[in-house]
């Protein structure tokens, strides 16, 4: 399964834009697990952008932005933690069949 990021706006010409940023099947479970404690608490999530240079060296951007999740399906969305859950107990299972071979 692919989880994606999808941010959305419209241009001038009312024309929609987006960019979809993949996450990582590992931090599927995290992200599902922010988003439901950000619906379930209906608090408002801030976005941040932060510049990291070669030398390691951190830097917060000066964008910065306020919003809150609103659930248009929410047995889509136990659904999906649900799968999630699933596969992090398949992959577990199998780690530790490896380990003890």
């Known amino acids: 399964m692919k989880l994606r990021l999808i941010l959305k706006t419209t241009s ?3 024309k ?3 960019i979809k940023f993949n996450i990582a099947p590992s931090k599927h479970s995290g ?7 950000a619906l379930n608490q209906n608090k408002p999530v801030i976005i941040t952008f ?8 951190r830097q917060e951007s ?18 999906l933690e649900e799968e999630i ?5 398949k992959r577990k ?4 069949k490896r380990v003890q071979t």
Do not use: A
Request: glycine letters at 8%; a positive charge.
């Open 12 to 14: 001038k010409k009312d």
């Open 16 to 18: 929609e834009v987006s």
């Open 31 to 37: 992200f599902i697990n922010f988003i439901n404690m």
């Open 50 to 57: 932060e510049k990291i240079s070669k030398s390691g060296e």
């Open 62 to 79: 000066k964008l910065v932005g306020t919003f809150k999740f609103e659930g248009k399906d929410d047995p889509g969305l136990k659904q």
């Open 85 to 89: 859950d699933e596969k992090e107990k």
């Open 93 to 96: 299972k199998q780690h530790q």
